[in-house]
């Protein structure tokens, strides 16, 4: 634990100490867009509750209640007193996080747009996470994984869809060239990490994450 500088300080969970630790040994980043407190930066307020995660804009915090032994995730806006429970305990929300995060820092990945009446077939072999949407998200967020991928299913930015039409927009990350170029083959796409370390996000322009 002295790779992460800690210092005696108030109580902080065994699960949020054991993912500072397993962050700070692994091989490379772990959060590439939101982000943990700095553990040497916890600390709790007058009413016990701990902040403990920031979305990159500071637009949203997230904090655990001290006072609760259950460690319920609760969230709040910036300039905004009130802390909203996510529904999410400590652990299920990091473990959500560090997923969210493995999409957006993958460097074998790509995102494509798909009509809502093929989505069944685009998302064959893959299984919805039982995580719901981050409060700095859109509530129709939704993480999937197979067995060597993951995807993160979100509605298309405003502009992308035609008058009518029903999209989804879907960024498949994989740990292998090999098992990303293998998914983007269902969309017809073939030599998409030919480029790399330039990440290509296809058909259209890149999207806003």
């Not at 804009?57 to 319920?72: M, R, S, V, Y």
């Not at 405003?158 to 879907?170: C, F, I, K, N």
């Amino acid at each position: 634990m002295s790779d992460l500088n800690l210092k005696v300080g108030p109580y902080v969970p065994s699960q949020l100490l054991e993912w500072h630790v397993m962050a700070a040994h692994a091989e490379g980043p772990v959060t590439f867009q939101d982000r943990p407190i700095p553990f040497q930066d916890l600390a709790s307020d007058s009413r016990g509750m701990l902040e403990f995660w920031v979305e990159n804009q500071n637009g949203h915090f997230w904090a655990i209640n001290l006072n609760d032994g259950t460690l319920q995730v609760f969230s709040r806006e910036n300039g905004k007193d009130d802390w909203v429970a996510t529904g999410e305990t400590l652990g299920h929300f990091l473990l959500h996080c560090t997923v969210r995060e493995a999409i957006i820092g993958s460097s074998s990945k790509f995102t494509i747009f798909v009509n809502s009446s093929e989505i069944s077939e685009a998302m064959g072999s893959f299984e919805r996470l039982k995580f719901e949407a981050l409060a700095c998200e859109e509530p129709e967020v939704q993480l999937w994984c197979s067995e060597d991928a993951l995807v993160r299913m979100a509605p298309p930015p405003t502009g992308y869809a035609e008058p009518g039409e029903q999209l989804w927009m879907l960024t498949f990350a994989a740990p292998s060239d090999s098992s990303i170029e293998r998914y983007a083959s269902r969309f017809g796409l073939e030599g998409i990490t030919a480029t790399k370390p330039t990440r290509t996000e296809i058909p259209y322009e890149a999207p806003p994450f």
